[in-house]
């Protein structure tokens, strides 16, 4: 109920919270988090442009039915850009899901564990392993190769021999988020469907969707707000999912409906629209690798170049888009993420189960950012010296 108690507490709440100081001057941070992440400014801006009234239809997008022709079009938008962003071959099915990519290690054998029941996971992180924990509920589960052993510093060889020949398919983690790393080669399975989690790459670089039986990724990191996941499908894959399948977790049902079986994320596919359209406007996927490459390269050559931090990664798994390291001091690398976020370098601390640091610099982190990273490294190492 309204009284000026009430009405004076949320003007305060407001002021704290509200991104711009009262003299209008906008502050925003560099934002290493490895998902929810940063997004394109451009997009930002252009998504406040829409905000109150998209395209003079008087309403937001976060207010507006999917079953009007502004959605029908929104969402129509947002398939064909990424259709041309990633170069998705005609016989696959893009799909806009919720759930995270959590959702998918279940949905995946729902779908495709359907032939011998059977199905192979290399193991080359915390995702990858929480995927294949969730399969073995449902069928004939083995891990084809694994880095648990080297504390996942490194993704797996594998050669087709590593695969049973019967395999419904092969699931991998291209990038593993937690730990820094990522698939320097695509897997030979054969005709073996190729499953891959891309969550924390997907639209960095071009990859050949060919290669691949289904691609998904939650949104949060590279395409979007959390809250929509993205499967991109080969369409003879559709079709054969286990009769329990909830209706949810069904690809073709979801397919058949334009991925409006139910009330979709409206809000987070609008949000990814505008990404695909900012991805294109760069240059698309080639553009986007070569600005990716750069930012890598100036945190691993520096990295590569000093003692003070130590990159425990192998050079041939090495991530383009979470780099991992540390000091050595673990008290060291507390005292590292909080001056950093002083400075505006946010979200630094390494994931709670490795610790050391992490910098995820996604698509949307310009080169900027990982300079004045660099820049703090170094003033860092010489402030504050390791004891003997
Ligand atoms: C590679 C990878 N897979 C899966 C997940 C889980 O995603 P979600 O939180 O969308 O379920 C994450 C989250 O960070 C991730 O990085």
Known sequence: MYNEGNYFSALALWERIRPHGRDGNMKRVYNFSAGPSMLPLEVLEE??????????????????????????????????????VMNVPDNYKVLFLQGGA?????????????????ADYIVSGQFSKKAYQEAKKYGDIAV???????????????????????????????????????????????????VADMSSCICSEPVDVSKFGLIYAGAQKNIAPAGVTIVIVREDLLGH???????MFDYNLMAENGSMYNTPPCWCI???????DWILSIGG????????????????????????????????????????????????????????????????????????MRASIYNAMPIEGVEKL???????????????
């Open 47 to 84: 998504a406040q442009k829409d905000l109150l009234d998209y395209k003079g239809c008087g309403m937001s997008v976060m207010e507006m039915s999917h079953r009007t022709p502004e959605f029908e079009e929104i969402i129509a938008g947002a398939e064909s850009s990424l259709r041309r």
């Open 102 to 118: 959590s959702t998918q290690f279940a949905s995946v054998p729902f779908n495709l564990l359907t032939g011998s029941g059977k």
């Open 144 to 194: 084809a190769a694994s880095s648990a052993g080297d504390n996942f510093t490194h993704v797996p060889a594998t050669t087709r021999e590593s695969f049973r020949p019967d395999a419904d398919y092969v699931h991998i983690c291209f990038n593993n988020t937690i730990y820094g790393t990522k698939f320097p080669y695509i897997p030979d399975t054969g005709d073996i469907p190729l």
């Open 241 to 247: 999912a286990r009769p329990d399948t909830p209706a």
């Open 270 to 276: 609008y949000m990814a629209r505008l990404v695909f």
């Open 285 to 356: 996927l080639d553009a986007m690798k070569e600005r990716n490459q750069k930012k890598a390269a100036i945190l691993y050559d520096y990295l590569d170049s000093q003692d003070y931090y130590f990159a425990p990664v192998e050079r041939e798994s090495r991530s383009m888009m979470n780099v991992t390291f540390v000091t050595g001091d673990p008290d060291l690398d507390k005292k590292f993420a909080s001056e950093a976020a002083k400075q505006g370098l946010k979200n630094l601390k390494g994931h709670r189960s490795v610790g050391g």
């Open 374 to 388: 660099v820049s703090f490294m170094k003033v860092f190492a010489k402030e504050n010296p390791k004891k003997d």
